[in-house]
């Protein structure tokens, strides 16, 4: 009989994220298919009776807390402690957690501790033959894989945005307490804070709608023989200003920094997408200049509408891949663009 | 004329040097085959050097090989080879070692007829093809294709090897390296040699230090004087952490200068230190690099239900124009190596070899076994077609050559991996006897033991039947393959003779090319149109002049482009100078033909503002064809031409060629 | 005073990033088609913390940089002839699959033991790297299973950058949610940190570095230990390519005002 543990993590705000919803519908996907399975919920935070509370309708069982002001912030030793004392209590052997970067940083070490494994990118989670198996990738989104264990416990770390977020309703919760010593050696590191990017940085925003992925061709020699750098950062930040879109680069326009050549200042390597980027998930995406697998297929596996400006129109990569392929020069079509966004 | 940033050094640059007894640049099958069969002879049995490496003593010589490519087997070609040489140097070579290998099995040569009409044949290849069709009742012809019913004996390959030459360095890079007596080192490309004796204009007189003179485009620079009794010393890699242009950038990290008491030049037909020797010590009289080809293949995957059988080699001529021959070769596993290649005969200003491959795979007998099949890996490369006639000097104080750039390729049997792993190996021999004797590596020394050894060699004997055999072609498709048939059958003693004319030469202009199909004013405003837009003339042209477009599958018949990505997987490093170099951009301005931008491999060369062309370091494979297929001569040097191939990174990223 | 650092990183080897990539069916699970043939390059991420390995042991005397490596011998002797070239390091070799199915924990056991085996590794100097994901399983546990296994709980992921401060203790940036970075001060060693990409430029290839190397990277690969990788108690029901083929409209002949004009509704939708 599995019990199946959603482990959460409170935000600053005492509330829990979108994300922990997310997870939670994946744990009650696998209790209500797992015949004879309980659910029970895991909490950690400065104080997570909010975030219970906030979550009480649902079929849980128990609820339990690990809470101080030393949960408050992100640090390995910490989490890792609470976790596994979570873990513990509630003899869980499923523990399904939102894929955040705190529990992305810690759980699989909490797995090692606990003799458990671990899969993290998990898609999607399924009951097949009266057990559990989930959907992850591997190869950095580049295939995806239905698999099982037999193994307990067995943490699954779902992808943020790959599940619908649990709707259930707030009330009252019982959290039971579970006390934790953290010994010297867990309080070696100290969160200092968080470092935002600049205001007018532009980067990967997960709330944004549209992912805009500017390639190479941008910083290249244009029909004229000549390399438009100035007019073509003008042209992206001013698409930017008036989309709030995500900007994701391809690798080759993020690397020409080292070849002496003009570059586009406001691009790092946070902006890159695909195989050694990441590979973020928006309702829209729009292509610009690119020609490769890596914008194509890597960086737009989770882009639900994709458009592409491209001016060769047999690119094999955007072909099969984008719904709308213009075959056209980016420069012109995105002035445009901005022209008619100016006019509202 | 150069810029700036070419200036070999200022001299200033404080450059780090490192010793080493021999060092090797490129590893192509000829070094392989002398790493091969030297590294299994510098140490006992017990593990103590057979000799002492002088800079390092107690130790076996130290032996660095520094490849171009960014691993080895990257962007080297699938072959059909009777293996000799390998099998000389590995007696227990089991095939199921190397992915990809298989014996050879079935072998066709085919002559294909021209399914479309778009191809430019002589009166005397129409007349044939007539007759072909008339007699096709009687006569092995099938899918516009005849079976040749007899080939003679020395174009075939029976008891020999289909090998993917990617796999097979690779394996052989392992074989070499495990012993643990050599270090090849991939992503690191040689800028040039190192001379001594050499003077410079700044010093003005002979050098004490080490100077090197020449750029590797073979154009001397500025400063050159002269040089006497000119000694090879070891070599200098490529600058990194610099601009387009050669200038010092972030990150400035000048090429190390690697001394070495021998210098074994094995980089091919337009590798740089083979370029600067050629230029510092000319060729032998009578000798010229004037024939060249550009071969370009797939691998494919071929369709599940497919016929052919691994080890099945077809090889053929005829089309897509009567001047280009084509190959397939069945790997393992319904893989299957194949492509064209398109010779400096070939009297077409817009001989794209990309275009040209489509057409040939399209050709009916050839797609019945591809249609349905998928673009694994793809690639291309400049072959020396000179042959023996092409050999420089094999030897001087301090280096030798080997392989296909010291003239080995046999251009009558079509085949070149054989002999250059030999000559590694002959020359492996000759250096463990003169490390053995403690002689030094002088040019005297060199050819009593090398030179010696390669002349006594089949690839000598065989490279002499071959030397005129492809003569005819200078007059003719057809008179060209009689010759070959002469010289074969009767070992060399007959040939059809004719002078190979410079690359240069050879090239008609757009308009004369096209005359009669196309009326000039026409082709003038068709090529003008495509270089406003930044791209190559030959697609508009070929299909205003007949060729059909390209049914594009997104599979197997992909854009240019894409072949880059698909299939080369062509990428390059930042930080490194631009190896094309248009060196007289005034006879750019002047050229009509830009047979550069139409014949590169990677669309890296695309038409330029006021006519020189751009160069685009990312899309380049370094198959070299910009060398020679020019049209203009170089001012200096009637055998050159006037674009710089130099040594640089990057291109192929694909072990499967 | 500044500490002499024990860096030992962690770096498997994967396809070359370019390669395409197809999941076939083999008899101990699944595996890539043509794996041995691909050409391998050393894990991205794993790289950058082989370079700030690098980096921090030139700025702190006395430091070293052991690289421990898992991988099937014959591929590991090939990228290192690509890696050896750009910064010191001693290698310690595992000769095993690269493949990306294979299972984090069993990794983490393999690597954990062999880094315990390197001798005179001193904790309070150590400095555990690697990437915080790798291109090949892409899981992003393997290294906090080393940590665990080594005691070392205080660590890091997507670290982009760290500065040691003088009184020893270090500074870390990791990466979180929304492009934001949280910053971290650890009083020292042993810490473990999961690099993502850092601040570094790829370090120039120098073949005086390759050639001291190397000395060590053959004997170590012929010492290393074979190590299989059985996959307990995990299934893979099925591993597919992505299936999703769209129809693509290809808009040739409409002018740029056009396009725009149906971008912007597009966006706006």
Not at chain 2, 176 to 196: C, D, F, N, R, Y
Not at chain 2, 363 to 382: D, V
Not at chain 3, 17 to 36: I, R, Y
Request: net charge neutral.
């Amino acid at each position: 009989m599995e019990t199946v543990l959603l482990i959460a993590h409170t935000e600053a705000d005492g509330v829990l994220a979108r994300s922990a919803r997310e997870a939670l519908h994946a744990a009650r996907m696998l209790n209500k298919t797992l015949a004879g399975s309980n659910l029970v919920v895991g909490l950690v935070g400065e104080n997570v009776q909010a975030a219970a509370d906030s979550i009480a309708a649902c079929p849980a069982t128990r609820y339990f807390g690990v809470t101080g002001a030393e949960f408050t912030q992100a640090r390995y030793a910490t989490d890792a402690t609470a976790a596994e004392a979570i873990c513990r209590a509630a003899q869980a052997t499923i523990i399904v957690a939102p894929a955040t970067s705190r529990w992305n940083r810690v759980l699989p070490g909490v797995a090692q501790r606990l003799g458990g494994r671990v899969d993290t990118h998990v898609t999607d989670v399924a009951e097949v033959g009266g057990q559990p198996a989930i959907n992850r990738w591997y190869y950095r989104q580049r295939m995806e894989a239905t698999i099982s264990r037999t193994q307990r416990p067995w943490f699954m770390l779902i992808d943020p945005g790959s599940q619908p977020a649990c709707e259930c309703g707030a009330g009252t919760a019982s959290v039971e307490m579970v006390t934790v010593s953290l010994p010297e050696a867990c309080k070696r590191t100290t969160v200092v804070g968080v470092r935002e990017p600049k205001a007018d940085a532009q980067t990967i925003r997960p709330d944004a709608q549209l992912l805009f992925v500017t390639g190479a061709g941008w910083t290249k020699k244009q029909a004229d023989g000549h390399t438009h750098v100035p007019e073509a950062e003008k042209i992206i930040l001013e698409f930017l200003k008036h989309t709030r879109a995500s900007l994701g680069s391809s690798k080759s326009l993020v690397d020409l920094g080292g070849e002496g050549q003009a570059v586009l200042p406001f691009l790092s390597h946070l902006n890159q997408i695909g195989q050694t980027g990441s590979t973020p998930r928006h309702p829209k995406g729009l292509s610009t200049c690119c020609h490769g697998e890596e914008p194509h297929t890597v960086g737009w596996r989770f882009i639900a509408e994709r458009r592409a400006i491209s001016l060769d129109p047999n690119c094999g990569w955007a072909r099969g891949k984008a719904d709308v392929l213009y075959v056209a020069d980016a420069f012109k079509v995105m002035a445009k663009v901005n022209e008619l966004l100016t006019k509202g | 004329m150069i810029e700036p940033g070419f200036q070999t050094d200022a001299p200033t640059i404080e450059r780090p040097r490192m010793d080493a007894d021999i060092v090797c640049v490129g590893f192509g099958p000829a070094t392989a085959g002398f790493l091969t069969t030297l590294s299994k002879q510098l140490t006992n049995a017990d593990g103590t050097p057979v000799v002492e490496s002088a800079v390092m003593p107690g130790l076996p010589p130290q032996v660095l090989c520094y490849e171009r490519a960014d691993d080895i087997g990257f962007g080297v070609s699938g072959v059909v080879t009777k293996a000799r040489a390998l099998r000389e140097s590995f007696p227990e070579l089991d095939k199921a070692d190397i992915p990809m290998a298989a014996p050879v099995s079935v072998e066709k040569v085919l002559y294909l007829l021209d399914p479309i009409g778009a191809s430019r044949r002589s009166t005397l290849l129409k007349l044939a093809d007539e007759m072909i069709q008339a007699f096709k009742w009687a006569l092995p012809v099938e899918d516009h294709a005849l079976k040749l019913p007899w080939t003679p004996d020395f174009l075939h390959k029976h008891g020999g090897m289909v090998l993917s030459m990617g796999q097979f360095m690779q394996w052989v890079g392992a074989q070499v390296q495990s012993t643990g007596t050599v270090q090849i080192w991939p992503g690191t490309p040689v800028k040039e040699a190192l001379l001594e004796n050499c003077v410079t204009s700044a010093s003005n007189s002979v050098a004490a230090d080490v100077s090197p003179l020449y750029l590797n485009s073979g154009k001397p620079e500025p400063t050159h004087v002269g040089c006497y009794k000119p000694r090879v010393v070891g070599v200098r890699l490529l600058d990194q952490g610099v601009t387009k242009s050669g200038a010092p950038a972030d990150g400035f990290s000048p090429g190390m200068d690697i001394h070495a008491a021998l210098t074994v030049v094995g980089d091919g037909p337009v590798g740089p230190v083979g370029q600067q020797l050629d230029e510092l010590f000319g060729l032998p009289p009578d000798h010229h690099t004037r024939d060249w080809a550009v071969g370009m293949k797939f691998v494919v995957d071929l369709p599940a239900d497919t016929p052919l059988k691994p080890g099945t080699v077809l090889h053929t001529f005829g089309y897509p124009e009567p001047e280009i021959f084509g190959f397939l070769y069945v790997h393992p596993d319904r893989v299957a190596s194949l492509g064209i290649f398109v010779p400096s005969w070939f009297d077409s200003p817009v001989r794209t070899t990309y275009r040209y491959l489509q057409h040939w795979m399209l050709h009916p007998y050839l797609w019945r076994y591809l249609k349905g099949g998928k673009l694994r890996s793809w690639g291309a490369k400049t072959l020396g077609e000179s042959g023996r006639r092409g050999e420089p000097h094999l030897v001087g104080d301090g280096y030798a050559r080997i392989g296909e750039g010291s003239g080995s390729t046999n251009v009558l049997t079509g085949s070149g991996v054989d002999e250059a792993w030999a000559t590694g190996a002959q020359l492996a021999e000759a250096v463990l006897e003169l490390l053995k004797a403690r002689k030094p590596f002088t040019k005297e020394n060199l050819e009593a033991t090398y030179v010696q050894r390669r002349r006594a060699s089949w690839v000598e004997s065989e490279a002499r039947v071959a030397e005129q055999s492809r003569d005819g072609f200078q007059r003719g498709v057809v008179t060209g393959m009689v010759g070959m048939a002469l010289a074969g059958l009767s070992g060399g003693r007959l040939a059809i003779p004719g002078k190979p004319l410079r690359p240069w030469e050879r090239i008609p202009s757009l308009e004369d090319y096209f005359r009669g199909r196309i009326p000039p004013d026409e082709v003038r405003a068709i090529r003008d149109d495509c270089y406003a837009r930044g791209v190559s003339a030959h697609a508009a042209l070929m299909e205003r002049a007949g060729w059909p477009t390209i049914p594009y599958d997104g599979q197997l018949l992909v854009s240019h482009q894409d072949a880059l990505l698909l299939g080369g997987k062509v990428q390059a490093p930042p930080g490194y100078a631009d190896h094309v170099v248009f060196l007289y951009p005034e006879l750019c301005q002047k050229c009509g033909t830009k047979l550069c931008v139409e014949v590169c491999s990677g669309q890296a060369i695309t038409p330029g503002e006021n006519g020189v062309p751009n160069f685009d370091r990312e899309k380049c494979v370094h198959c070299g064809a910009c060398l020679w297929n020019c049209a203009s001569a170089s001012p200096e040097n009637p055998e050159r031409m006037a674009v710089a191939f130099r040594a640089g990174t990057g291109g192929l990223h694909s072990a499967e060629n | 005073m500044s500490t002499a650092y024990q860096i030992v990183v962690c770096a498997g080897i994967v396809p070359d990033p370019l390669q395409t990539l197809e999941p076939v069916a083999s008899p101990t699970g699944p595996a890539l088609k043509n794996e041995m043939m691909l050409p391998a390059v050393l894990d991205p991420w794993a790289s950058h913390a082989l370079y700030e390995a690098a980096n921090l042991a030139k700025n702190a005397p006395g430091s070293k940089v052991w690289l421990v490596s898992l991988g099937p011998k014959a591929k590991l002797q090939q990228v290192m002839m690509t890696v050896a070239q750009r910064v010191p390091f001693e290698l310690v070799a595992l000769d095993g699959p690269a493949s990306g199915f294979t299972e984090a924990a069993e990794v983490a056991a393999a690597l954990a033991e062999v880094i315990q085996t390197i001798p005179g590794l001193d904790r309070s100097r150590l400095l555990v790297f690697g990437g915080w994901e790798s291109a090949s399983r892409g899981a992003g546990a393997t290294m906090q299973m080393v940590g665990e296994r080594l005691g070392i709980v205080d660590q890091f992921q997507g670290v982009d950058e760290l500065k040691v401060n003088p009184d020893g203790s270090l500074d870390i940036l990791e990466r979180i949610e929304g492009g934001k970075h949280q910053v971290s001060k650890c009083v020292g060693p042993p810490a473990l940190l999961g690099w993502a990409t850092g601040n570094l430029p790829e370090p120039k290839n120098n073949p005086q570095v390759g050639m001291t190397n190397m000395r060590a990277v053959m004997p170590a690969l012929q010492k290393a230990k074979a190590v299989k990788l059985a996959g307990e108690g995990l299934t893979f029901a099925s591993v597919t390519l992505p299936k999703q083929m769209r129809e693509t409209k290809v808009v040739k002949d409409k002018l740029p005002d056009e396009i725009a004009a149906e971008i912007v509704e597009w966006i706006k939708k």
